[in-house]
């Protein structure tokens, strides 16, 4: 059996003697009297990670668990921080949560922190979206906001968003400058948790109408809707928020005909119907593709329980439901807001989009044929609102996306939004639709227009300490030793954006990359394919994502260029050894 190493029985031990309640320490003897030595490990061998978004764990006692004490202690910090950047201010921030297991006790948490550091809270008194956060706070003004929110993680999991003044999540400096506060939380004494009742404000469906409101005006394509408002649609939150925003706004745009997932509509922490709450697994929209072929319906949308990521599927030309990848949806999604602008004539030469180095090249190739400028950024969508930030009152933001299902149309909100994304998707398809073309049938036309690009997504899971140095060792190897050929094709350039470089293997020549630092490699190949290994920033996984384009002369010929492009990812992957 294994043995507790010296530092984790001391940590046990301060948790054992220290100022947490009998709750906390009844779990902890349990575990001990049990020997679960390394679920003790796990617990106890760290603090917590708090990044540069924020945390995310299993729920349970210990310094590397979410509880309590993790999330008062983040509070606190963040507090601290706050202080610091607006000293002599009255700092008001907001607080919101999802359908997790907890999360509205962990909110309340947070919030009697803030309110007990002398914060004006505005404080969602029922769970809501993650993307209504970044909207309200902005609305209300506030300098900071918390999301209570594990995403699509498995159940056991919550987490906590942190957000700044612009409605994202914190970026460089700042990012860094919470992350210090946070780690100065050394003993739990430090942390505030005598809440001031009064700092504390209810919010609730006031911003739920305004941000409706404000999503209405971006339509482009009312007409469509109006014509095609009939549209057949199947919606599941999987036991999310999304059913608190999703069908008000699809009932907004003008949609009549929007078919509830009745087994999911329920928010349940639990997430009892689907073994993920991912709409990114196939297993996830098994209840709404059942639904969908009952009713014969024109469209597929599913969000995950914080509502900020949704999947689709669409028939094809067989009339089978298939269901699109994150880069499919975010080509699509790009390709017709850019063509409805463009037909609207408000194309003026100052507008912008924005993707991210992992997704698909595609996006960029619309980009260039309509003349907008495209911007790419690292991974993580706190690095496009970023730019969004930056160039506000300077040029025109019409959509951004990456290729992990997340997608934003307008300026209204400073992250992914699902509920913005269901309601775009929706009226993307009646556009075609009243067009005479399926959705299907307009993805195989912009392949056959810009090329046909398969990606995918490798993911590999390494759980625990020993996970953490397994993940760490791989991309030490692919530092070390990279591949100088994939699918048969030479490796041309290799960016580490860790290092800040970009190198041609061949000449051994040099350049700068103009990124923040961020662990991940990629390998550009001489036919244009490109792997990027990058270890994830939030589950103990490392990701591969790989790229192939291939010509599609003919839209009759997708399905067999498709499985050519298929065997090329293997063979590439195969390549890697993973």
């Known amino acids: 059996m294994q043995e507790l190493e010296a530092s984790v029985s001391k940590k046990i031990n301060s948790w054992l003697e220290g100022n947490y309640d009998e709750d906390t320490k009844s779990q902890i003897k349990k575990l001990l009297d049990e020997k679960a030595n390394i679920e003790l490990t796990d617990s106890f061998y760290r603090d917590l990670e708090f990044g540069t978004g924020g945390l995310r764990g299993t729920m349970g006692p210990g310094s590397n668990r979410v509880n309590k004490y993790t999330m008062g202690s983040a509070t606190q910090g963040l507090c601290n921080y706050l202080k610091n950047k607006y000293p002599g201010e009255k700092v008001k921030v907001a607080v919101a949560h999802d359908s997790r297991n907890n999360s509205d006790y962990f909110a309340r948490i947070t919030a009697n922190v803030f309110a007990a550091n002398g914060m ?33 993680n498995p159940k056991e999991y919550n987490g906590y968003k942190a957000y700044g003044a612009d409605g994202g999540q914190f970026t460089s400096p700042d990012d860094t400058m919470v992350m210090d506060r946070v780690s100065e939380i050394s003993d739990i004494d430090q942390v505030n948790f005598n809440s001031i009742p009064e700092n504390i404000e209810t919010i609730g469906e006031e911003m739920d109408q305004l941000y409706l409101d404000q999503i209405a005006l971006l339509s482009v394509s009312p007409e469509a809707i109006q014509r095609q408002n009939d549209l057949k649609i199947v919606y599941s939150p999987i036991h999310g928020t999304g059913i608190t925003l999703v069908p008000a706004a699809l009932q907004k745009f003008g949609f009549t005909k929007v078919t509830l997932v009745e087994e999911q509509i329920k928010p349940d922490g639990n997430f009892p119907t689907v073994i993920y709450p991912n709409p990114e697994e196939k297993e996830a929209l098994n209840l709404a593709l059942k639904k969908a072929k009952e009713i014969d319906a024109d469209l597929v949308l599913a969000t995950d329980p914080d509502a900020d990521r949704v999947g689709i599927a669409i028939k094809n030309d067989k009339g089978e ?187 051994g020549d040099i350049k700068k990359l103009d990124y923040p630092k961020s662990d991940v490699l990629q390998f550009i190949t001489a036919d244009g394919s490109i792997v990027s290994a990058r270890p994830s920033g939030t589950e103990p996984k490392i990701k591969f994502y790989c790229s192939v384009k291939a010509d599609l002369a003919d839209v009759h010929k997708y399905d067999e260029t498709d499985k050519q492009l298929d065997e090329k990812v293997k063979t590439i992957m195969d390549d890697l050894g993973v």
């Open 120 to 152: 004006h809270v505005y404080f969602f008194k029922e769970l809501r979206p993650t993307p209504l956060l970044s909207f309200a706070i902005r609305q209300l003004g506030c300098k900071s906001g918390v999301m209570i929110t594990a995403s699509h």
């Open 321 to 507: 439901f298939i269901l699109l990848n994150g880069n499919q949806t975010g080509s699509l999604l790009i390709n017709y807001m850019l063509t409805a602008w463009e037909q609207k004539g408000r194309l003026t030469g100052n507008e912008y989009i924005v993707s991210t180095i992992v997704t698909t090249n595609l996006i960029n190739e619309i980009a260039k044929a309509k003349k907008v400028t495209c911007y790419n950024t690292l991974t993580g969508f706190k690095w496009i609102a970023a730019i969004m930030t930056e160039l506000e009152g300077k040029k025109t933001f019409i959509a951004g996306g990456e290729e992990s299902y997340g997608y934003l149309v307008g300026d209204l909100v400073r992250d992914k939004d699902a509920v913005i994304s269901c309601a775009f998707i929706a009226e993307m398809t009646a556009f075609y639709k009243d067009q005479g073309s399926s959705l299907y049938e307009a993805m195989l036309q912009m392949y056959h227009q810009y090329g046909l690009y398969n990606e995918k997504l490798v993911s590999i899971t390494r759980k625990g300490k020993t996970g953490a140095e397994e993940i760490k060792a791989m991309m030490e190897r692919f530092r070390n030793a990279p591949p100088l050929t994939l699918g048969g094709s030479a490796v041309l350039t290799i960016k580490d954006y860790e290092k800040g470089i970009e190198t041609d293997p061949a000449s």
